[in-house]
Nanobody, 124 residues
Framework: QVQLVESGGGLVQAGGSLRLSCAAS????????MGWFRQAPGKEREFVAC????????DYADSVKGRFTISRDNAKNTVYLQMNSLKPEDTAVYYC?????????????????WGQGTQVTVSS
C-alpha cells in the first residue's frame, strides 16, 4: 500500500517562506502526477499545485502562481512545495496527493492517495 507523509508546516509571518515536503513509500511513483491541496476550516479542499512525477510539467492555482514552486526529487521519492511571500490567506492544512496517469489534474477526486496533512499558519 502507498503512504504519503507531509512535513515542514509551521507558523510564519506574512512575507516569509516555508518549504513543505511529501515523502512517498510503498511503491514507485514513476510516471505519476503529484499534487498539493489545502483546506481551511469550514472550506472546501482546493488545488494548489501539481507536477508530473517523471515529466516535469507543472500547474499552479492563480492564487499562488509566482509565489509557490512545486518540485520533485525522484531519488528520494519526495515532492516539495516551496512557499514564498506567504500571506495570511495561505493559512490552511496542506495535503499531498498522488495519482496515476499522464495528465495534470486539479480536482481532488482525480487523486488516489493522500497524506495526513500539515498545518501552515501565516500571521499578519
Amino acid at each position: 500500500q502507498v503512504q504519503l507523509v507531509e512535513s515542514g508546516g509551521g507558523l510564519v509571518q506574512a512575507g516569509g517562506s516555508l518549504r513543505l515536503s511529501c515523502a512517498a513509500s510503498g511503491r514507485s511513483f514513476s510516471g505519476y502526477a503529484m499534487g498539493w491541496f489545502r483546506q481551511a476550516p469550514g472550506k472546501e479542499r482546493e488545488f494548489v499545485a501539481c507536477i508530473r512525477w517523471s515529466g516535469g510539467n507543472t500547474d499552479y492555482a492563480d492564487s499562488v502562481k509566482g509565489r509557490f514552486t512545486i518540485s520533485r526529487d525522484n531519488a528520494k521519492n519526495t515532492v516539495y512545495l516551496q512557499m514564498n511571500s506567504l500571506k495570511p490567506e495561505d493559512t490552511a492544512v496542506y495535503y499531498c496527493a498522488a495519482r496515476g496517469g499522464g495528465g495534470l489534474r486539479r480536482s481532488p477526486s482525480d487523486y488516489n492517495y493522500w497524506g495526513q496533512g500539515t498545518q501552515v499558519t501565516v500571521s499578519s
